[in-house]
T-cell receptor
Framework: NAGVMQNPRHLVRRRGQEARLRCSPM?????VYWYRQLPEEGLKFMVYLQKENIIDESGMPKERFSAEFPKEGPSILRIQQVVRGDSAAYFC??????????FGPGTRLTVL | AQTVTQSQPEMSVQEAETVTLSCTYDTSENNYYLFWYKQPPSRQMILVIRQEAYKQQNATENRFSVNFQKAAKSFSLKISDSQLGDTAMYFC?????????????FGKGITLSVRP
C-alpha cells in the first residue's frame, strides 16, 4: 500500500506565477489535510477536505489560495500570483477517519 | 481554540542515555488525541506515538513512551537508549477527533541532537 504521494517535491516559481501542488492520499483514505511549514517553525493547518467538499478552510489565506479534492484524481492546492512569503514546505496528510494522519514527503516551494 | 506549547527549542543527549521532551497544551475539550511526530533532516513527518485522552495508561512504543498528565495538560515524550538516528525535530500535536475539528495543532517543535 503506497503512502501519501506529493508532487512535485520541489517547485520554483517567480513572483506573480501560479503554483499547483498535488497530493494523492493513501488508498482508502477519503480525508485530506494541507499544512504549511515556514522555516524553523511547526506545521500550520490550512485546509481540510473530503471528496468534492471543503470541510474546514479556516487556516487558508482568503486571497490567492484555493484547494480542491475532486471525485477522481489528487487533491490540488493552488496558489495564484505567488509572493516571496509563500516560500515554505507544504505537507499533505490523509486519514481514513478522524484519527491518525499519515503525511506525504512535502513540496518545498521557493519563490524567486 | 487549542494551543500547544513546546518551550524548549533544543536539547542534546548522549547516545544510549534517556531524554525527555516537554509539551503542554490548552483545551476545553474532554475527548482528544495527542501525538508526537518526528521530522528528520529528510523533512518527512513520522508518527512516533499517540495517546487518547480517555485512556489513563500512558502509551508506549518500543523505546518511546509518554507521561500524560491530563489534569496538568502535560504530555512529555521519553526516549530511552537514545540512538544517533533519533536526531531530528520533534513536534507535539493535538487533535479533536470530531469531524470538522479534526485538524492537527502543532507546537513549534524541539531540535534533538544525539551525540556519539
Amino acid at each position: 500500500n503506497a503512502g501519501v504521494m506529493q508532487n512535485p517535491r520541489h517547485l520554483v516559481r517567480r513572483r506573480g506565477q501560479e503554483a499547483r501542488l498535488r497530493c494523492s492520499p493513501m488508498k482508502g483514505h477519503s480525508h485530506v489535510y494541507w499544512y504549511r511549514q515556514l522555516p524553523e517553525e511547526g506545521l500550520k493547518f490550512m485546509v481540510y477536505l473530503q471528496k468534492e467538499n471543503i470541510i474546514d478552510e479556516s487556516g487558508m489565506p482568503k486571497e490567492r489560495f484555493s484547494a480542491e479534492f475532486p471525485k477522481e484524481g489528487p487533491s490540488i492546492l493552488r496558489i495564484q500570483q505567488v509572493v516571496r512569503g509563500d516560500s515554505a514546505a507544504y505537507f499533505c496528510a490523509s486519514s481514513p477517519l478522524y484519527n491518525e494522519q499519515f503525511f506525504g514527503p512535502g513540496t518545498r516551494l521557493t519563490v524567486l | 481554540a487549542q494551543t500547544v506549547t513546546q518551550s524548549q527549542p533544543e536539547m542534546s543527549v548522549q547516545e544510549a542515555e534517556t531524554v525527555t521532551l516537554s509539551c503542554t497544551y490548552d483545551t476545553s475539550e474532554n475527548n482528544y488525541y495527542l501525538f508526537w511526530y518526528k521530522q528528520p533532516p529528510s523533512r518527512q513527518m513520522i508518527l512516533v506515538i499517540r495517546q487518547e485522552a480517555y485512556k489513563q495508561q500512558n502509551a508506549t512504543e518500543n523505546r518511546f513512551s509518554v507521561n500524560f498528565q491530563k489534569a496538568a495538560k502535560s504530555f512529555s515524550l521519553k526516549i530511552s537508549d537514545s540512538q544517533l538516528g533519533d536526531t531530528a525535530m520533534y513536534f507535539c500535536a493535538f487533535m479533536n477527533p470530531t469531524g470538522a475539528n479534526s485538524k492537527l495543532t502543532f507546537g513549534k517543535g524541539i531540535t534533538l541532537s544525539v551525540r556519539p
